[in-house]
């Protein structure tokens, strides 16, 4: 019951996680279209139970709303910067201790990705671990990101150039993508690794966002097992038709 109970948490966390992934694109593009500073007061208390109340600083929430009216569209917003990230990394840390536990989710997962789930893991364990790890702007890589995850490969005598692929409409047909080919691609050779390498040079955003996504969809995928009426968000292809 207890290993239910924390892969049943871990999933939910997987599910708020891309929640907020979305209303914080949306909050972000708001902020970027109106100077929110001309139409809000700062002042925002937060009420606790014992009737205490925490002031945020209105003089901070001041600034970052006139900067994100400011900055350019091709330059990231700070809210913008770190909703992302700490969404994807919320993503990968729940995924990867979902399936860290022997249960159904786990087996679910092994039988959708066979010989690749361990590829799948690789990967996402990496970006996992990059993201909570990071304390770099440029988000750079350090040893502790990769050295035990190349250990592991090499401990199972796997090709530590990974490339993992899975299309939507053959793979996880339950989640009802309407383009057919729609899917999710990452290559890293773990191999090359090494120290100070950009992480988004490795990883790109556009390949962190479709991940979340699939993570997200396996959640989902794994629900319409025991519950048809759980639906998905749907597909960043479902929002181009």
Request: glycine residues 4%.
């Amino acid at each position: 019951m207890q290993t239910e109970t924390l892969v049943e948490d871990a999933l939910l966390l997987v599910e708020q996680n891309f929640y907020f992934l979305h209303a914080g694109a949306f909050f972000d593009a708001v902020s970027r279209q109106t100077d929110l500073s001309q139409h809000y007061d700062p002042r925002i208390y937060k009420k606790f139970d014992d009737s205490s109340a925490y002031l945020f600083n209105p003089a901070i929430i001041q600034e970052v709303m006139e900067d994100a009216a400011q900055i350019p569209p091709h330059q990231p917003t700070l809210f913008e910067y770190f909703i992302e990230l700490n969404a994807i990394r919320g993503i990968c840390m729940a995924l990867v201790e979902a399936v860290k536990l022997e249960s159904p989710f786990r087996e679910y997962m092994k039988q959708k990705l066979g010989s690749h789930f361990e590829d799948f893991i690789d990967i996402v364990s990496f970006i996992r671990n990059v993201l909570s790890h990071n304390i770099h702007a440029e988000i750079r890589l350090d040893e502790k990101d990769f050295k035990g995850t190349r250990e592991r490969i090499l401990r199972m005598r796997r090709d530590p150039d990974v490339h993992f692929r899975l299309d939507y409409s053959m793979d996880l047909p339950e989640i009802g993508t309407p383009v057919e080919g729609y899917g999710f691609s990452c290559r890293v050779d773990f191999a090359s690794l090494e120290v100070g390498m950009p992480f988004l040079e490795v990883i790109p955003q556009m390949t962190l966002m479709k991940l979340g996504e699939l993570c997200f969809n396996f959640t989902v995928g794994y629900r319409l097992d025991t519950s048809p009426a759980h639906l998905s968000l749907g597909t960043e292809a479902e929002t181009q038709l």
